[in-house]
């Protein structure tokens, strides 16, 4: 069965700091992978996506992931982070040979400090 | 071009009552999907369309059904609310039924 972890629960960054959010998948081929980002009280909003080819991916506000295949992770990084990007971030799994169905980690809940 | 929207956005239901929550997308996508978030542990998908007058189980779908009877709307009804069905529902659709584009959510307080 395809499952999607985030082993961080809650991570805390300075303003102006990198940041690198984990995520690791399982599944019997390469699947499709997503970052979401979703801020208190809104719906989910898509960062960047994986389907094939270049394996580091660049998404919106300065987001890019890396996929792993020998290492099935999936991460999410920034080079400095802003204070509006408090948010919570889910990493995913789903579309092609998984079918119709989207499988989403638990999140992982980013506080910016100034 | 209002995305998705659902309705409503707040509601209150007692142990055994019925309701209807619905989604409406104005972007002529063929794939639809209803998840709902709990504290802890991300979103778990409902029940999903791929296209007019199509359902089918996601990973939750014990105490749900849903309808697609025109292809901009996509309805998840409750025939009797139980608390465990407290949460945060969100509706989602989909053009090729990779990317999706999210509602704004509907929380369901059942007491």
């Known amino acids: 069965a395809q499952s999607v972890t985030q082993p961080d629960i809650h991570i805390t960054v300075s303003e102006g700091a990198s940041l690198e959010l984990r995520c690791n998948y399982s599944y019997g081929a390469t699947p499709y992978l997503f970052w979401y980002v979703q801020s208190p009280g809104q719906g989910l909003q898509l960062l960047l996506k994986y389907f094939s080819g270049d394996t580091l991916v660049q998404g919106i506000k300065g987001f890019e992931a890396e996929f792993k295949r020998s290492q099935s992770s999936f991460n999410l990084r920034k080079p400095s982070v802003h204070w509006s990007d408090a948010a919570e971030y889910f990493c995913?799994?789903?579309?092609?040979?998984?079918?119709?169905?989207?499988?989403f980690g638990t999140g992982t809940s980013l506080t910016v400090i100034p | 071009n209002a995305g998705v929207t659902q309705t409503p956005k707040f509601r209150v239901l007692k142990t055994g009552q019925s309701m209807t929550l619905l989604c409406a997308q104005d972007?002529?996508?063929?794939?639809m999907y209803w998840y709902r978030q709990d504290p802890g542990m991300g979103l778990r998908l409902i029940h999903y369309?791929?296209?007019?007058?199509?359902?089918a189980k996601g990973e939750v779908p014990d105490g749900y059904n849903v309808s697609r009877l025109k292809k901009q709307n996509f309805l998840l009804g409750l025939e009797s609310a139980a608390p465990s069905q407290t949460s945060v529902y969100f509706c989602a659709s989909s053009f090729t039924g990779i990317e999706q584009y999210f509602g704004p959510g509907t929380r369901l307080t059942v007491t």
């Open positions: 995913a799994v789903g579309g092609g040979e998984t079918g119709n169905q989207f499988y």
């Open positions: 369309s791929v296209g007019e007058g199509t359902t």
């Open positions: 972007m002529n996508h063929e794939y």
